[in-house]
């Protein structure tokens, strides 16, 4: 079973930036495809940013779409979510998430074998 650990949430600005990791244990991480969730105080879990095992492609939620940036190290076992021109509406706890299908492309929650503890990231306007 892989065991992911978030980290790099924070209290940001709007406008400012901040990247959140994302670090596997286990030695499929390569083969997995990952994704990145939001979930505001009082809302529904999100997709945020997902990407295929290699890191060939990648997709996102209109919402985010210009501004957040993810990435993968499978040397690192490492997953990146780089977010730009943050919002007030971005805030949230953001959750890495996996699935150990090769083939998967989904952006349900519900699809995803395995999650990390979460990491807050915190806005001010």
């Known amino acids: 079973q892989v065991q992911l650990v978030e980290s790099g949430g924070g209290l940001v600005q709007a406008g400012g930036s901040l990247r959140l990791s994302c670090a596997a244990s286990?030695?499929?991480?390569?083969?997995?495809?990952m994704g990145w969730f939001r979930q505001a105080p009082g809302k529904e879990r999100v997709f945020v940013a997902a990407i295929t095992w290699s890191g060939a492609n990648t997709m996102y939620a209109d919402s985010v779409k210009g501004r957040f940036t993810i990435s993968r190290d499978n040397a690192k076992n490492t997953v990146y979510l780089q977010m730009n021109s943050l919002k007030p509406d971005d805030t949230a706890v953001y959750y890495c998430a996996g699935r150990n299908d090769k083939f998967y492309d989904g952006t349900l929650p519900a699809e995803y074998d395995y999650w990390g503890q979460g990491t807050q990231v915190t806005v001010s306007s």
């Open positions: 286990g030695r499929t991480f390569s083969t997995h495809f």
